[in-house]
T-cell receptor, first 117, second 114 residues
Framework: AQKITQTQPGMFVQEKEAVTLDCTYDTSDQSYGLFWYKQPSSGEMIFLIYQGSYDEQNATEGRYSLNFQKARKSANLVISASQLGDSAMYFCAMREGRGGNNRKLIWGLGTSLAVNP | DTAVSQTPKYLVTQMGNDKSIKCEQNLGHDTMYWYKQDSKKFLKIMFSYNNKELIINETVPNRFSPKSPDKAHLNLHINSLELGDSAVYFC?????????????FGSGTQLSVL
């Protein structure tokens, strides 16, 4: 079963509007971390935001915020005031707390976001 | 200063050849990774080293051999290249201490096997 699900293969948003990219996860661990990365067309992977399972507040980093709903096991990325440079692939990932040194990041399949002028 | 640098950025080669990709990080991290990203953008971990010790070795053909001469370097050697090896290979590094360790990625190596 997929541990990280990104149900939107592609999204469009108008410049200056907000957009939400969905991510749901599946884990039985109490301790875990959720990450969002951006991959523009140039190819590099850029860390955006992190949310810990015990964090009480939703994480925010500039125009990025993470809408963390633990009971629903969702960690949606919200981008406010979209810019043309936000056009990219966005990946959600999770690291579970157990496993010691073998803990891996589990990746979603990504959402391609296109910002229209 | 580039935090995680990998070379070359592009690699075009014939089937059957042997090639290497080099990776270096100057972040003082203790853990390094190799990821493969296929044409559908799916990211798959291949290997991970922590303080030069192999800790993650996914189901990868034996033709792929990682080597970590020290904490700051992790190279990937590929023997007898096949068409299916064409992909983007990313090196990454992190501090393996807590759940919130984030990965810093290199810019990727686009490998094309003809």
């Amino acid at each position: 079963a997929q541990k990280i699900t990104q149900t939107q293969p592609g999204m469009f948003v108008q410049e200056k509007e907000a957009v939400t990219l969905d991510c749901t996860y599946d884990t039985s661990d109490q301790s875990y971390g959720l990450f969002w990365y951006k991959q523009p067309s140039s190819g590099e992977m850029i860390f955006l935001i992190y949310q810990g399972s015990y964090d009480e507040q939703n994480a925010t980093e500039g125009r990025y915020s993470l809408n963390f709903q633990k009971a629903r096991k969702s960690a949606n990325l919200v981008i406010s005031a979209s810019q043309l440079g936000d056009s990219a692939m966005y990946f959600c990932a999770m690291r579970e707390g157990r496993g010691g040194n073998n803990r891996k990041l589990i990746w979603g399949l990504g959402t391609s976001l296109a910002v229209n002028p | 200063d580039t935090a995680v640098s990998q070379t070359p950025k592009y690699l075009v080669t014939q089937m059957g050849n042997d090639k290497s990709i080099k990776c270096e990080q100057n972040l003082g991290h203790d853990t390094m990774y190799w990821y493969k990203q296929d044409s559908k953008k799916f990211l798959k971990i291949m290997f991970s080293y922590n303080n030069k010790e192999l800790i993650i070795n996914e189901t990868v053909p034996n033709r792929f051999s990682p080597k970590s001469p020290d904490k700051a370097h992790l190279n990937l050697h590929i023997n007898s290249l096949e068409l299916g090896d064409s992909a983007v290979y990313f090196c990454a590094s992190s501090h393996m201490r807590q759940t919130n360790e984030k990965l810093f990625f290199g810019s990727g190596t686009q490998l094309s096997v003809l």
